[in-house]
């Protein structure tokens, strides 16, 4: 009985065909496998190949290539009668190149070329040398990302929205996988644990699994970063319930994947897998820009495909750390179209194009600012000098009411302890003033004054101003 040769052998071998268009020979093909495979054992998994089809050949005896079967069809036309409809489509402001990519991958996907990955695409980038996003881009999204707390120790800004990141990030990630919870079933789920009525429990679980990662990246901003250790971690929490095998979760895969909807093959072998996924990772820790290390997982992530699933999910969060750590405006994917996002992922995929991505990621990331900007304006940065002073602004405050003082400069300057150094005085006059602007009968008890002793000044400040 012959031996059945494992699908993972072919979609190998055929995917390293696919990355030479014009062909390969034998002698090159063993030049790439190595020691993988013997050169016996490689010609047996060729004719394999072009008994199924699959490749093709060319050539003689000693020119004999190889190269990927294009995919055929038949179609039949029907004229109908002519009607007039019009139909929009939700999208974002795209680049000429943009543009092209979009029209390629809303092609039929068998009118699309299979492609397998191309590790050129990771070799030709150089950290700090090589840019996706041009330097005029760079400066725009720093200008647009900036935080009042831009100096405050690393995830100050993030842990100060935390509760709109949550439902916000959550719900607007989850809802590019397909899931239709609603924002307000999000709201409900995260702040008071109400799953939602009619909804499959995977869904629920996804918005859960993604409040976990988010939460983890937050709060543990001191001891995360753009490592390997930190990318498992994400996978493992946002993964959690969702994946066929629970052991796969936090790993990275030994068995070949497809892409639903693309013509594109991950990587199949785990050894050279695992080898690519640390290179990408250990590429990204070295880039300076917070934006562009961003943007560099948003590609190479899903690109490489290194879990079993969740991907995707996995660089979008990833990348946030750049962002998180630098007290920059996270991107939260609020109101990115569905399509949109999909659609220059698999020119990733198919295209090895980053344009139509880089259009998205542009895009969304403005979104993002805009919808953060009110919570932004709320966030004041602490008035260091009235921390500082708090016990000698409530020993004057009580001073002047409680001598039945009107709020002089004269007053105020008389009173200043000795503590206060004489270059600060002029500032501390201005804040003791402000005091009092603020200072009513309800809240007079913050500097130990009695209601009736606020209320004995007031009416003594009223009738002898």
Sequence with gaps: MPKVVPAEELDWVAELIGRYPDGIGLDGLLDKVGDAISRRTLQRRLAALVAKERILTSGGRRTLKYRLAPIVGQATIVQQHNTLSAAGELYVPLSAEGEAIKAYVRQPRTQRR??????????????????????????????????????????TFARDIMNRLLIDLSWASSRLEGNTYSRLDTERLIAFGQAAEGKDALETQMILNHKAAIEYLVRGVDGIGVNIPTMLAIHALLSDGLLPNPQAGGRVRDHA?????????????????????????????????????AFFLMVHLPYLQPFQDVNKRVSRLAANIPLFRENLCPLSFIDVPDRAY??????????????????????AYERSCQHYVAVRQQLVPPDTFRLRHRAEVSEVVRAIVCGGHPVSDTAIRSAIPTTIAEGDHDRFVELIQDEFKSLHEGNAIRFGLRPLEYASWSELVKTNP
Excluded at 272 to 283: A, K, N, P, Q, S
Aim: net charge negative; hydrophobic share 40%; charged share 20%.
């Design 114 to 155: 299979p492609v397998s990955y191309n590790q050129d695409l990771l070799e030709s980038y150089h950290p700090n040398q090589t840019y996706y996003l041009s330097e005029s881009l760079r400066k725009q999204v720093h200008t647009l990302g900036r935080s009042p707390v831009e100096q405050a120790p690393a995830g």
């Design 257 to 293: 994947v497809e892409i639903g909807g693309s013509t594109y093959l991950p990587i199949a072998l785990p050894q050279r897998l695992d080898e690519l996924f640390g290179i990408v990772i250990h590429m990204a820790a070295d880039i300076r820009d917070p934006f562009e290390q």
């Design 342 to 363: 999909v659609d220059a992922v698999i020119g990733v995929y198919e295209l090895n194009r980053i344009e139509l991505l880089r259009d998205v990621f542009v895009w």
